[in-house]
């Protein structure tokens, strides 16, 4: 499966995390039956937030770490990166989040995983199904791809 995580996913898979999202990153990357999505908007908007004081606290990671852990999502053999161009306008309370639905659609991604709350909205569900990305959680995402859904 084709799958691109979200940046809130990402942080949370970090080379020191634990916890779901780090499994599903591990999952994705060490499976030759799926491919982590990337965009050069996701890697950017991930390096800003890596950058945040409350992220840096609560990661304990070095800058260092972090940047050994872009260096390593960022290698051929873990990711494929997506060029998507100009997103639409399709996340109607974010229009920060429609890079990363583009990234999706283009990329065709079978899968978009985020737990941010703007695009469970129902027309950003919709407008995803329509073009065959399912969006979920990383439990869920992660359980689907064990086959326990």
Do not use: W
């Amino acid at each position: 499966m084709r799958i691109v995580l979200d940046t809130n996913i990402l942080v949370r898979a970090n080379a020191r995390a634990k916890g779901p999202a780090r499994e599903l990153l591990q999952l994705i990357v060490n499976s030759t039956e799926h491919v982590l999505l990337l965009s050069p908007f996701l890697l950017k908007e991930l390096e800003r937030v890596f950058e945040y004081d409350r992220v840096r606290t609560a990661t304990k990671l070095t800058d260092e770490d972090v940047a050994e852990y872009l260096s390593y999502i960022r290698a051929r053999e873990v990711s494929e990166i997506i060029f998507p161009g100009p997103a639409p306008r399709i996340v109607p309370s974010d229009a920060d989040d429609d890079p990363v639905v583009h990234t999706a659609v283009v990329g065709r991604a079978e899968i978009l995983c985020t737990l941010n709350r703007d695009f469970y909205h129902a027309s950003v569900l919709e407008y995803c199904k329509e073009r065959g990305v399912l969006v979920g959680r990383d439990v869920a995402i992660l359980d689907l791809l064990r086959g326990r859904r």
